[in-house]
């Protein structure tokens, strides 16, 4: 079981900028597939964003892609996910999760085993 400190969120206008970060303990960031979720309020938690293990292959949903980046640094056993041109609409929670799969990309929460804490992210118009 790897734990997840999610850090970076905060109120931001619209077109801005944010960098999250996800610090992991008890488990390396390139032995799992590692993802951002976010959980619009009053809505289903929802996929942004995931990183392979090792070889580090990216996806994106498709409301986020251009706009968000996720990033490993192996060294300091953090993810990242630079998050430009936010609009009001991402504002949600934000969750970094792990799993132990493959090479595949997981997509769906019950994919993910471990979850943090959430960072709130707010946009304003």
């Known amino acids: 079981q790897v734990q997840l400190v999610e850090s970076g969120g905060g109120l931001v206008q619209a077109g801005g900028s944010l960098r999250l970060s996800c610090v992991a303990s008890g488990g390396t960031v390139s032995s799992y597939a590692m993802a951002w979720f976010r959980q619009p309020p009053g809505k289903e938690r929802e996929f942004v964003a995931a990183?392979?293990?090792?070889?580090?292959?990216?996806y994106y949903a498709g409301s986020v892609k251009g706009r968000f980046t996720i990033s490993r640094d192996n060294a300091k056993n953090t993810v990242y996910l630079q998050a430009n041109s936010l609009k009001p609409e991402d504002t949600a929670v934000y969750y970094c999760a792990a799993a132990s799969v493959g090479s595949r990309v997981p997509t769906s929460n019950g994919d993910y085993h471990d979850w943090g804490q959430g960072t709130q992210v707010t946009v304003s118009s």
């Open positions: 990183i392979s293990r090792s070889v580090g292959r990216t």
